[in-house]
Nanobody
Framework: QVQLVESGGGSVEAGGSLKLSCAAS?????????MAWFRQAPGKEREGVAR????????YYTDSVKGRFTISRDNAKNTVYLQMNSLKSEDTGLYYC??????????????WGQGTQVTVSS
């Protein structure tokens, strides 16, 4: 099974920054392969934050994080990152890394990490 391990979460004040990492035990760069970050706040449904095509490097962000978050990947390390700047209290949540062999949407992610908590205080 593909194993994903997230790290880098923590507690920061509004306006601060965090960088999350997701290390994968297996990593594909097929034409539709994709890795993504999702988050879930208490009482809310999980939402997609950012995704990246592991082959081409094409990225997509949900509107609320555009200009503040950057997703990137290091294929040699089987690792995906999420640089989060100008954090807001509404960014608080449990952040998950996930992978899909048929990306392009927020659906079809079959493997998930355990999550890393991000808490932003105002």
């Amino acid at each position: 099974q593909v194993q994903l391990v997230e790290s880098g979460g923590g507690s920061v004040e509004a306006g601060g920054s965090l960088k999350l990492s997701c290390a994968a035990s297996a990593y594909t760069t097929g034409p539709r392969a994709c890795m993504a970050w999702f988050r879930q706040a208490p009482g809310k449904e999980r939402e997609g934050v950012a995704r990246i095509a592991t082959g081409s490097g094409n990225t997509y962000y949900t509107d609320s994080v555009k200009g503040r978050f950057t997703i990137s990947r290091d294929n040699a390390k089987n690792t995906v990152y999420l640089q989060m700047n100008s954090l807001k209290s509404e960014d608080t949540g449990l952040y998950y890394c996930a992978t899909s062999g048929d990306g392009g949407t927020w659906y079809g992610f079959g493997f998930w990490g355990q999550g890393t908590q991000v808490t932003v205080s105002s």
